[in-house]
């Protein structure tokens, strides 16, 4: 049975890689590398972090993967039709039998869709973790991600948009924002820190209280995302005592 091995590269900085990530990735028979048609620039950079942690030639095989079909009104069943026609495209590019891994960015146990998708498939499956967006954004701010014993909350800049800031949580890890959706928000006593490229030598960092920076991180997310061709971000919200 193919053994598919689903490797942690953190967020794009060949130095987020573990030991662990470049002996999996060394041992590989092969390494599938998915293109996604909006940011071809990640598939480069795959490449790239690739060509400095290969020890001997593994063969590559890049595919293209499926959009979302925007017919389908229901965003549940939008998200299952879409992570079904990537498993097809899966199946026809895994190998029969031996060692194929995928780099997946940051870890695939945060808001990362491959375990769900590698479940549809007769495949036995081997996670090697990799460094979070949230422990680089912590990072480039030296901050703490919690208050003293205060709880965290993780979600998307769609749940934020819909329901408001979540009930009993001090500290908001916000992922998956395309929108800004922190403008959403009443801004009185919340302080904000936002990482664009955490992590990596493009890395773009503004924090302060939201009201006074929120106009400040639009702005850059637009001019980054001209200038790179695509953008990840994440950002810590926590509300004063």
Known sequence: MTELILVGIGTGNPDHLTREAIRALNGADVILIPRKEDATDLATLRRAMLAEVLERPVPLVEFDLPKRDPAIADYAARVAAWHDAI???????????????????????????TLRIAARLAVTVRVVPGITSVQALCAAHAIPLNDVAGPVLLTTGRRLRDFGWPAGADSVVVMLDGECSFRTLDPAAIDIWWSAYAGMPQQVSLSGALADVAPRIVVAREQARAVHGWIMDIYLMRRAP
């Not at 194929?100 to 940051?106: E, F, R, T, V, Y």
Request: no cysteine.
């Open 87 to 113: 498993a097809q495209v899966w199946a026809g590019v895994l190998p029969n039998g031996g060692r194929a891994a995928m780099m997946i960015w940051g870890d695939p146990s945060l808001y990362d869709s």
